[in-house]
């Protein structure tokens, strides 16, 4: 059910190669995340070129039924934001692992992605 090319955090995101920004990562929310939130209304994203700390929250969802912390896996500088959100946040909830991710992090050189969950511990960690 969770891809098995992406790493997990407890808090329920994922981390990815981001591919066109080279040594970045792609980040964005699981299904279960999304699941459990419902209707995604609203999202809150850090700017490009903010450092940000591995474990500090650092943007919002906003959902019909509450409001949810995203949390950086890693530390580094945020170098680009899915933007499309802004217009459609429900892209969430359509789409938690392609149009629907949330940011995009050039990991500082002691970020470890080994830290991470894959996706056999992360379905393990839900049961």
Do not use: C
């Amino acid at each position: 059910m969770y891809p098995e090319d992406l790493k997990y955090t407890a808090e329920h995101e994922w981390v990815r190669d981001a591919g066109e920004n080279e040594g970045a990562v792609r980040i964005g929310i699981t299904h279960y995340a999304q699941d459990a939130l419902g209707d995604i209304v609203y999202v809150s994203l850090p700017e490009v070129g903010a450092e940000v700390a591995a474990g500090s929250a650092v943007g919002e969802l906003e959902s019909t039924k509450s409001v949810s912390d995203v949390y950086v896996p890693l530390t580094g500088r945020v170098v680009a934001r899915n933007d499309a959100l802004d217009n459609n946040p429900e892209l969430v909830n359509t789409d938690p692992y392609g149009e629907g991710w949330l940011f995009e992090v050039a990991p500082d050189a002691t970020a470890d992605l080994d830290q991470l969950m894959s996706a056999e511990d992360y379905q393990a960690s839900l049961d």
